[in-house]
């Protein structure tokens, strides 16, 4: 308990400021009990009072310099933050966990789309999902005409968006194949697989990326489409873990 000096009664001096100086009274002070130290300064500070009887030689400057020290030695200030809002995934199934193309509208061309698990895999034909235990496998003549896989998205108008999805070779095209991302039939991405791509046991993933920025706000058409040159005579390919946000 303070034992306060009748010699430095302050109470009808003004509100005391002061500038730090660390000093033989602050290091006293520092030294005390930490709490009653801090529950005295925040007084003092914000009104003259009445000093405890070990620091009564310090004087109201030196008392005011040493709580100063201590309020900017032990504030500790919280920097202010936003939180930005979690972006909500527009794609349903993007997986295809759930065994089947459903709600993607699949237009196979001269190709097909059917969902493979990773048990079917065999040491003649491997591979496996990119996560997960399902893909879409697509199949692809090389006439050039495209398998297509899309579905209904709600967007915002001025809204930037991300798209990614993984694609995996499984069969070894002749010539060169496209995987091309598209909304309302704007490509915003694309991929160029050329002749001998692929590779690994099981075979690799490669990723498909894009940006847009909706000019529209409402429901529109994104698609991802798989075709060969004439001369590849076709190619198998995986896809797997599509993506908006």
Known sequence: MFIYAATLLLLALPSVTGTCHADNCYRAIKSYQTATVTEFCSKYLDHATVAPSQFASCGPSRLSSACSCLGSSTSTSVPSTTTSPTPIELISNGGFESGNTSPWVVTPGSGYVRIT????????????????????????????NPTVLSQSVSLTSGINYSFKAFYSVLDLPLSSCYLQASINANSFALATIYSGAGGGNPPRYYLLSGTFTASATGISNLAVALWCDYSSIGGVFGLDDVSLL
């Open 117 to 144: 698990d990773n048990e079917e895999s065999t040491v003649n034909f491997p591979f496996e999902a990119h996560s997960g235990v399902k893909f879409a496998q697509i199949g692809n003549s090389g006439d050039e």
